[in-house]
């Protein structure tokens, strides 16, 4: 992880998390404000809007990133070096994916807090940062998997919009049956369960949905975990 | 190593066909060929097989220095040597250092920024690190400065004495190679790697060639 974690700080891939975090909440801000005319934000307001974002934009907000942090070794060059000191394609990815969660989780950790601090209420908060986390990390798992079968940032990104925009329409088109490809898609259950949720100040989620994000959560792992298990050489070719 | 009958297609174009080869421990053996022969793909079989002719000890104890292996550029000189420390013999790190002059690298600044030579440098301590039986150089003093390439050769020189178990590969554009590193000579030339008794006759034949 120490390697991952200098090369985040001096690729500036940190800072550039942070700068998608804080983006996303204040497109939340400028959406209510802008958009709908809100003269009066709330708490709850702003963390749906901001929830809204992150699930509807987050994909193009994030995937550069992401890509880079793992397509940039296969440009540079860098499988043999990874190998040299012991990491195998499993190693390799989930250090990866484990240090772009851990300092998006931290940037989520503090916008919320921020948030919550500025309208004196702690309500929702873990409830947001759960549900904040989980999104971005399935953003971490769908871009990074596509991006480790993919030499080129370009075609990664390309896909992973591919993805996503097929997921998005899928769940528009019939929400029982592929609601579970995309969860977090407005067109869901979830959303206006978690607005009703937000509206009434104390009450949460019921615990279906908690083991449905856990479950797609695990599923992701279980799809990535199969992906890696198959690339094992299609990794060191591709680094070289 | 042996390997007989050895042949090479890459997307359908033979490169190398039914050629034997021969290398030796304790000696740098010098491959020369003319651009697109083949040489580099040859390097990259050593150590994926791709042929499916490599026997399991010979890929298992590939090290591949070139263009292809590259450390990370985003680490200064002092992270990576501390980071290798963790994995790697100290002694052994210590001994590489020494004898390939990385004192005078700047330890604070990202590799990045070193010049070619620097980061080559440190490319071979890395890699040798893995103490691989067989080491192949691809193009390795490319592009250098000639006093890197100087130093460079001084390397590999006192590197076999020490280590005179291991076969080096030497895959070169570099006629000086030849002249500065004693070893044995071989030729890619029309889909073979033929030997040589001497660097002046393969370069003869080399600089000849069609």
Known sequence: ?240 | MNIENYTLKVKGKTLLKETDLAFSTGVISHIVGKNGVGKSQFAKDLLLNTSKQMLPDVQENVCLISSASNIPHDVSKDFLLRFLRDTFNEQMISRMEQLLNLSNIDGKILIKHLSDGQKQKLKLLSFLLEDKAIIVLDEITNSLDKKTIMEIHQFLNEYIEEHPEKIIINITHELSDLKAIAGDYYLLHEQRIVPFASAEQLIDVYIHEA
Not at chain 1, 10 to 24: D, E, G, P, T
Not at chain 1, 58 to 86: D, Q, W
Not at chain 1, 106 to 130: D, E, K, P, Q, R
Request: glycine share 4%; hydrophobic share 55%; with cysteine.
């Open chain 1, 1 to 240: 992880m120490k390697l991952e974690i200098k090369k985040s700080f001096s690729n500036k891939v940190v800072w550039i998390l942070a700068a998608m975090v804080m983006f996303m909440f204040l497109m939340g801000y400028f959406l209510l404000v802008g958009i709908d005319k809100v003269n009066h934000v709330t708490y709850n307001m702003f963390f749906f809007s901001s929830y809204t974002v992150a699930t509807q934009f987050g994909l193009m907000l994030f995937s550069f990133v992401i890509a880079f942090f793992i397509n940039r070794e296969y440009s540079n060059k860098n499988i043999l070096f990874y190998k040299l000191i012991g990491e195998s394609v499993y190693s390799f990815f989930y250090k990866k994916i484990g240090v772009l969660f851990l300092e998006s989780f931290v940037c989520i950790t503090i916008g919320s807090l921020l948030l919550s601090i500025m309208f004196h209420n702690f309500s929702h908060f873990f409830l947001m940062l759960f549900l904040f986390s989980a999104v971005i990390l399935q953003y971490i798992l769908i871009i990074g998997t596509i991006s480790i079968l993919c030499s080129n940032i370009l075609m990664s990104i390309g896909i992973s919009i591919v993805y996503w925009l097929t997921s998005v329409i899928l769940v528009a088109v019939d929400p029982k049956l592929f609601g579970f490809i995309a969860p977090f898609e407005a067109s869901n259950s979830l959303s206006p369960r978690l607005d009703h949720v937000l509206q009434s100040q104390h009450g949460s989620l019921p615990s279906s949905n908690y083991a449905t994000i856990l479950l797609y959560l695990l599923a992701l792992l279980a799809v990535n975990f199969i992906i890696l298990r198959f690339s094992k050489t299609r990794w060191v070719k591709m680094g070289l």
